[in-house]
């Protein structure tokens, strides 16, 4: 079992650049393919990025690509997302989140009811 904890949300004005970091505890980090979700009011949750258990292996979400960056530090145990070009669409509260993997893989994961388990969220508003 992990578990996450998001930090770095807030409430930012279009074009800014902000991180959020994601920190994991319990069994071994390196297990677990991470993605980062968001979940804005009303709509469903979407994966915006995700990133296999080495971090040789990385997915964006059309809508971010080219301006968000997810990575990861398996010695640390963090994944953290970087995005840059805030537009006013990316306000949401984004999730973190873990999918075990077989050993023998290292593979990302892109849909939702794969992934084990979820941090709590955390609010990006992006002003206009």
């Known amino acids: 079992q992990v578990q996450l904890v998001e930090s770095g949300g807030g409430l930012v004005q279009a074009g800014d650049s902000l991180r959020l970091s994601c920190a994991a505890s319990?069994?071994?980090?390196?297990?677990?393919?991470m993605g980062w979700f968001r979940q804005a009011p009303g709509k469903e949750r979407e994966l915006v990025a995700a990133?296999?258990?080495?971090?040789?292996?990385?997915y964006y979400a059309d809508s971010v690509k080219d301006r968000f960056a997810i990575s990861r530090d398996n010695a640390k145990n963090t994944v953290d997302l970087q995005m840059n070009g805030l537009k006013p669409e990316d306000t949401a509260v984004y999730y973190c989140?873990?999918?075990?993997?077989?050993?023998?893989?290292?593979?990302?994961?892109?849909?939702?009811?794969?992934?084990?388990?979820w941090g709590q969220g955390t609010q990006l508003t992006v002003s206009s």
């Open positions: 990133i296999s258990r080495s971090g040789r292996s990385t």
């Open positions: 319990g069994r071994a980090f390196s297990s677990y393919a």
């Open positions: 989140a873990a999918d075990s993997i077989p050993y023998f893989s290292d593979r990302y994961s892109i849909l939702t009811d794969e992934y084990d388990y």
